[in-house]
């Protein structure tokens, strides 16, 4: 029987909620710029408005197709959304 992964520690959870923050906050802005409502992004990206509400609530993670989609939604890269949350990340955190 295959033994359960360990749970991460303190600093692990840390980290990845700063992630998930910087990362709302990136989509936010960048929905913000474009002028679009939560609803527009949602209808943009095929997902409903209360998951565009809650990845910017911060209390979803995104999976790589989200993140696809997310990103040809606000006519970016996933790279470049994943750039910005890690330069945001790492400022707010003041490792950058």
Not at 8 to 34: G, I, K, N, T, Y
């Amino acid at each position: 029987m295959p033994t359960p992964d360990p749970l991460p520690s303190d600093d692990e959870l840390v980290r990845r909620m700063a992630h998930r923050r910087a990362f709302a906050d990136v989509v936010r802005r960048a929905r913000e710029a474009r002028g679009l409502s939560q609803e527009a992004l949602a209808e943009r990206a095929e997902v409903s408005r209360p998951t565009i509400a809650r990845i910017e609530g911060s209390t979803n993670t995104v999976t790589l197709d989200r993140l696809w989609a997310l990103a040809s939604a606000l006519d970016t890269s996933a790279t470049d959304l994943i750039r910005r949350t890690e330069l945001l990340a790492s400022s707010e955190s003041g490792t950058g």
